[in-house]
């Protein structure tokens, strides 16, 4: 199976923003200041009519993401994965990471290759 | 999961090859520094350069997880900036004119300087101290004691040992220990150990565990017992990404927690939801208790607090439904002059509840092994009992003589001790890993003056702090974690840490005790080595720790046998028997220890001494409420400064506020906005969020800016951004413990050229200040807590 059947998945419910993933890729990709391999972007915090609050964060992997097609050819995988803080990021075939859409909402699957 | 990582690259072996690279299986903790200890690989070249950094996906306390400052470890390694040799002041106090000398001609200077103020003020007149949750929690206490032969070691001047101390000194006290969350962190299988459940609700107040990670908790546990169905109740005036997920948000006003506390515990007794069993066979002095918080109505909280009544019902229900909840508390609970009465009011609702020692409630925490590398280390052996009589702040109350860490002297006597000469003269103080003047101390251009006014002092860094150049006479560097052999024994497990690289002249925090103290102390003080330190730390181990040193560097780790229920078993007490650590054997809602100490024996609410409550008319000319001390996941308290990638994320010191109060005061996001009150003044810059209560604006700390000029004036910037300059110091409880870090009042005006025009650190290095009375402690204050007249001046209210 070529990296190109593979996915990044996110569930976004429980990302908390922490940078890890956007620090990591930068080091791994040497990537200087103002470029991205990945960004963590933020929607509010804003207060619904109910007085609750939408706080959420979303992972972006950019067109530099190349899902550490080296690290994971040698058996690693992609480091946004491996350091992610709260754990939400997975790594893998489609058909795969598709069968855990269904119990865990708010997740999204992106095809980057 | 989806894929499997290659166990061949991810091994249990302590150390291996890969390549033309050695991967070293280890643990971080600092410098630079935070409060956890994740488990790391450590990459090296053949010429033991580090170059590459992961997370150790074997080490369970992370998972292979790390936050962004481990994963940028090389920019801090590599840093152009760090300090490379010893370093001799060549010029005048404030001036950036070094002379590099080597380790034996630093050792000659602190030699003569120690010699000559042991024979003329007594050893005494030394003072270490240190910044918060190192892995020189011992060395720094270690070189006071052992080397300087002085009881002095303390925080860097932090004001009331406002930062786990107060929550340790209570717990203490009514418990016999400090509860933690239990996150099934005790055990190497973590969640999946036998018997553990995950909370039903965490109760968050006083923290944001994702940025602080404090005390040993690695705050994303949080987020994996949210997966698995735990629901939060969060106490916080920001509204932080957990506050966002909580069922209930309680937005209070800074300072006033104690009386949430209090109204909570009135609603689970008032509505009968506490845990009689528990309270029965495990707590004294319920009775009192119910007694002392009859009156304590959320309706009466809610004037107090600005948290709505129901709200603060819906809490309290909440939390006693929990089989079990448990509480997560933190720095802010201490950082208010109520400290104390406030951590003793968590303690006793989360006992009333049932959840002490049960799986996923609160466990009692100790060291494992019983290896405390902690401020007491080498107290009693070096230091005399008369010695141990001049201990600084040690009449200053009872508790703080008694309680846990009680080596450690008070930050804000000691200040005092150096304006006044009373009750002797300070004459040098040794800063290791502490840069007081940016942050921990409040009311920083007052210890500035004061620390001018030493004889001697050194700092041992591992960049040249506002602290280095403003002070020092010696500059040490040191070394960076994964260049030192050290040990994590913070609570569990036992985790090595192995030197896998040098840096110039950069020694370890063990190496530097070793060097100081058998130059110093030769005949008593035996360890030649950093490895023969570190085995006597082993040995020293009151639970028997199974290895050496030598042996724990090849384990990497080493997980003690933890049951729960510890009190049942009979494992907390000195003489076997079942029970807490306590004179009732119980937790103590009526406190037989405070009260024997002459402190108030039952929880009670302290209002902020500043505030619009207490001081109304103060509260005209400063309307808004002031906190500050808020993490980011970028910084440690004042460290990462330096590094670009850090900046990049977070290039300014920001100060939050709704955008209410950004337009009533005609400033907006981005502009840069004074911060002003009795004091003095700062600035920052606004960050606008609908998120704040408007009549609270919420200040970032630390901030210092090592891309300007090292010299005075300038200091980096140090005191142009800095909260510090608002705080206070020598306000605190009648305990000693407690401080109002959280709690100010503020006004703030946009910034213009006009206004500008004197920086901050330009006021204090060459104008003397800003201009104001600096508050001091009385006599009595000082000496008897006991005096009615200092109790009634501290506003309890039953």
Same mark, same amino acid.
């Given at each position: 199976m070529s990296i190109k059947d593979h996915g990044l998945l996110i569930n976004y419910d429980f990302c908390t923003g922490c940078h890890s993933c956007e620090v990591a890729?930068?080091?791994?990709?040497?990537?200087?200041?103002?470029?991205?391999?990945?960004?963590?972007?933020?929607?509010?915090?804003?207060?619904?009519?109910?007085?609750?609050?939408?706080?959420?964060?979303?992972?972006?992997?950019?067109?530099?993401?190349?899902?550490?097609?080296?690290?994971?050819?040698?058996?690693?995988?992609?480091?946004?994965?491996?350091?992610?803080?709260?754990?939400?990021?997975?790594?893998?075939?489609?058909?795969?990471?598709?069968?855990?859409?269904?119990?865990?909402?708010?997740?999204?699957?992106?095809?980057?290759? | 999961m989806a894929f499997e990582r290659n166990p061949d690259l991810y091994r249990k072996d302590w150390r291996w090859q890969e390549g033309d690279l050695t991967?070293?299986?280890?643990?971080? @903790?600092?410098?630079?520094?935070?409060?956890?200890? =994740?488990?790391?690989?450590?990459?090296?070249?053949?010429?033991?350069?580090?170059?590459?950094?992961?997370?150790?996906?074997?080490?369970?306390?992370?998972? &292979?997880?790390?936050?962004m400052r481990c994963l940028n470890m090389l920019e801090a390694v590599d840093h152009p900036d760090r300090l490379k040799y010893p370093m001799k002041r060549a010029g005048e106090r404030g001036e950036d004119k070094w002379e590099r000398i080597s380790w034996e001609e630093a050792l000659d200077i602190i030699e003569e300087n120690v010699r000559r103020i042991q024979k003329e003020y007594g050893p005494?007149? /030394?003072?270490?101290?240190?910044?918060?949750?190192?892995?020189?929690?011992?060395?720094?206490?270690?070189?006071?004691?052992?080397?300087?032969?002085?009881? %002095?070691?303390?925080? &860097?001047?932090?004001?009331?040992?406002? =930062?786990?101390?107060?929550?340790?000194?209570?717990?203490?006290?009514?418990?016999?220990?400090?509860?933690?969350?239990?996150?099934?962190?005790? !055990?190497?299988?973590?969640?999946?150990?036998?018997?553990?459940?995950r909370p039903d609700y965490v109760f968050i107040v006083g923290n944001n565990p994702l940025k602080s990670n404090g005390d040993g908790f690695l705050g994303h546990w949080i987020v994996e017992m949210m997966k698995m169905g735990t629901k939060l109740i969060v106490s916080d005036p920001q509204l932080t990404w957990l506050a966002a997920k909580a069922e209930i948000w309680l937005q209070g006003r800074p300072g006033t927690d104690g009386a949430l506390a209090l109204a909570m515990i009135h609603v689970i007794i008032e509505e009968d939801l506490y845990d009689h069993q528990f309270v029965d066979e495990w707590c004294y002095g319920f009775d009192k208790l119910a007694e002392c918080v009859k009156e304590w109505t959320p309706e009466?909280?809610?004037?107090?607090?600005?948290?709505?009544?129901?709200?603060?019902?819906?809490?309290?229900?909440?939390?006693?439904?929990?089989?079990?909840?448990?509480?997560? !508390? &933190?720095?802010?609970?201490?950082?208010?002059?109520?400290?104390?009465?406030?951590?003793?009011?968590? /303690?006793?609702?989360?006992?009333?509840?049932?959840?002490?020692?049960?799986?996923?409630?609160?466990?009692?925490?100790?060291d494992a092994y019983g290896m405390v590398l902690s401020y007491p280390y080498g107290y009693d052996k070096y230091v005399s009992p008369e010695m141990q009589a001049l201990r600084i702040g040690l009449d200053f109350s009872p508790l703080h003589r008694f309680a846990a860490g009680a080596a450690t002297a008070h930050g804000d006597s000691i200040l005092q001790c150096i304006e006044t000469g009373k009750p002797y003269p300070i004459k040098m103080i040794w800063f290791q890993s502490t840069n007081p003047i940016a942050n921990m101390a409040g009311e920083a251009p007052r210890v500035y003056d004061a620390i001018n006014k030493m004889d001697f002092v050194v700092v041992v860094d591992v960049f040249k702090t506002p602290t280095a150049v403003a002070f020092a006479d010696l500059v040490l560097p040191a070394a960076?974690?994964?260049?030192? %052999?050290?040990?994590?024994? !913070? @609570?569990?497990p036992t985790r090595a840490i192995t030197k896998v690289s040098s840096y110039y002249e950069a020694k370890s925090d063990e190496e530097i005790v070793v060097a100081v103290c058998s130059r110093l102390n030769p005949e008593n003080f035996k360890p030649r080595t950093d490895l023969e330190l570190l085995e006597e730390a082993v040995e020293n181990g009151i639970d028997n720790p199974p290895f050496t040193y030598a042996e724990l560097t090849k384990m990497v780790d080493s997980w003690p046998e933890r049951p729960y229920g510890m009190h049942e078993l009979g494992l907390l007490r000195s003489d076997g028997q079942p029970g807490f650590n306590t004179p009732t054997g119980k937790i103590e809602l009526y406190s037989i220890v405070l009260e024997a100490l002459g402190d108030p024996p039952l929880p009670y609410y302290e209002e902020p001494r500043e505030s619009p409550q207490s001081t109304p008319e103060l509260a005209e000319e400063y309307p808004l409420v002031l906190t500050t001390g808020h993490r980011s996941y970028e910084f440690f308290h004042s460290e990462h400064r330096q590094q670009p990638t850090m900046r990049e994320f977070h290039p300014w010191p920001l100060v939050e506020m709704h955008p209410d109060t950004a337009r009533k005061y005609g400033v907006a996001d981005g502009d840069w906005v004074w911060i002003e009150n009795t004091r003095g003044r700062c600035r920052q810059v606004v960050h606008e969020t609908p998120t704040m209560d408007p009549r609270v604006i919420n200040a970032e700390h630390g901030w210092w800016f090592p891309e300007q000029g090292a010299e005075e004036p300038s200091l980096f910037g140090v005191f142009d951004s800095n909260i510090n300059n608002l705080t206070n110091q020598c306000v605190t409880g009648a305990t000693g413990y407690g401080a109002p870090y959280k709690s100010q009042l503020c006004k703030i005006y946009k910034c213009t050229d006009e206004n500008s025009d004197v920086m901050p650190s330009k006021q204090v290095t060459e104008l003397g200040g800003f201009k104001y009375d600096r508050i001091q402690y009385s006599d009595d204050a000082v000496h008897d807590n006991t005096n009615e007249e200092v109790l009634g001046g501290r506003k309890y209210v039953y």
């Open positions: 890729c930068k080091k791994e990709h040497d990537l200087p200041e103002g470029q991205w391999g990945i960004r963590v972007l933020q929607d509010g915090p804003r207060e619904k009519e109910d007085g609750t609050w939408e706080y959420t964060y979303m992972p972006l992997p950019t067109t530099l993401c190349d899902l550490c097609e080296a690290r994971v050819e040698e058996g690693r995988l992609p480091t946004c994965v491996h350091h992610c803080q709260a754990r939400v990021m997975q790594f893998g075939p489609y058909e795969e990471l598709a069968r855990e859409l269904s119990n865990m909402p708010r997740t999204v699957i992106y095809a980057v290759k | 991967v070293t299986r280890t643990c971080h @903790w600092s410098a630079p520094g935070c409060h956890d200890s =994740c488990g790391v690989l450590l990459y090296t070249d053949k010429d033991d350069k580090l170059v590459k950094i992961e997370g150790d996906p074997n080490q369970t306390y992370n998972n &292979g997880t790390l936050c005494e007149s /030394i003072v270490g101290m240190m910044g918060t949750g190192r892995n020189c929690n011992w060395a720094v206490p270690l070189i006071t004691y052992a080397g300087f032969g002085s009881p %002095n070691f303390a925080l &860097g001047f932090l004001s009331g040992d406002s =930062c786990m101390l107060p929550r340790a000194a209570i717990g203490a006290a009514v418990m016999g220990d400090l509860p933690i969350i239990d996150a099934a962190q005790f !055990w190497p299988e973590r969640y999946d150990h036998e018997g553990w459940k009466r909280a809610e004037e107090i607090t600005w948290i709505p009544a129901d709200k603060i019902r819906r809490a309290a229900r909440l939390f006693a439904s929990g089989n079990p909840s448990s509480l997560q !508390w &933190g720095v802010a609970v201490d950082m208010n002059v109520g400290g104390i009465p406030q951590a003793h009011a968590w /303690i006793a609702m989360n006992a009333i509840c049932g959840n002490i020692e049960k799986p996923g409630g609160n466990l009692i925490a100790r960076m974690s994964c260049e030192r %052999n050290s040990i994590r024994g !913070w @609570w569990t």
